[in-house]
């Protein structure tokens, strides 16, 4: 303020009477107001704040100064009532100020804060479970719903869990169609590990050793499922990978028949691939079977009438079974006089196969997620 009234003592300002002090106060309030009107901000109303209130050179502690404390006796009440009316406005409108000030800030965080719920939402892919795993997942809650335990066996082996105890001796013609991924020792290293007698560890080409290792290891009744990975030396094709999966079965115990491990077989046919597919053994060789049996079932693409996949037979073979052999208990100290069983090697690719007419194994390990995605 150029023409600041109240830097003036009262006396230069012509002011008398009580009707003056009125007026002169009423100007006063109304620069406050003017003030008060285009200072809006957070930061206006501190300086107005220091403007009107500061201690050392505020308006108010001015008008103290130049015109209470000189003011003649008889208007010094006035004055003084005056005053005191201002500040009180002053410091009442100021207040409400600061709250309207504070209140909007909160508007705007919370403005900044809020949820549009109606912009689209963020969409992540789901994960899905691999086709093989879902092959070994409903497999293994068939034979758990007949009382088998599921268990887990070594990938790495010793030639006489892999061969010679499930009648595998060497020289056998049956080791030649399981071609053997064998462990190289490194030139000084210590002889393999115990049981491996000196001979190098390989990786296991089925998972029929664990009919061994749980025999060895517990008497019957036995009725286990071993679920796990197999290697061969194959050249990877549409039909043939180094790794694959299979889950090994086996039943052990005092009066086991032939027809205990037909309905068996029968019973997991119809529960893995439903319940019109028919089943047939076919006689077949394995050394630690006897007898032994390819499993068939009824086409599941033409329901036996015979297509490209069945090459026109109405019959597609879903894997090999049998009796246990006797010569098998003599490894592991079981009576064969007493017990009897049957055991089975399911291949989990080629039954994954025939239930998603997948035609190339190799899809299974590619992991494409547009191949994966369908089986959600
Ligand atoms: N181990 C055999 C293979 O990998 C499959 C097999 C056949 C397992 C007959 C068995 C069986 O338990 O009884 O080719």
Redesign the pocket.
Known sequence: MTNDPTAKPLAELGVADAQGVARLFADVKNQFTSELDVKQSANDWEELRGAWLGRKSGVLTRITDNWLKPSPPELKRAVGQALNELKAHVEAALETRRLAIEAAADQASLEREREDLSLPGVIRALGTRHPLRQTFEEIEKIFLSLGYSVVAGPEMETPYYNFEA?NIPEHHPARDN?DTFYMSTPPGAAPFAEGAQGKPLLLR????PM?VRTMEKQQPPVRIIVPGK?YRRDNPDATHGFIFH?I???AVDTDITFCDFAGTVEYFVREFLGPKVKTRLRP?Y?P??EP?VEVDATCVFCGGKGCNVCKQSGWIEL????M?DPAVYGFVNYDPKRLSG????L?VERLTQLKYNVNDLQLYYQNDVRFLRQFA
């Open positions: 499930l399981m080409t089925h998972t029929s009919q197999v299979q090994e079965g086996l077949s394995f630690f079977t032994s894997f090999g079974a049998g246990v049957f055991a089975f090697g291949g």
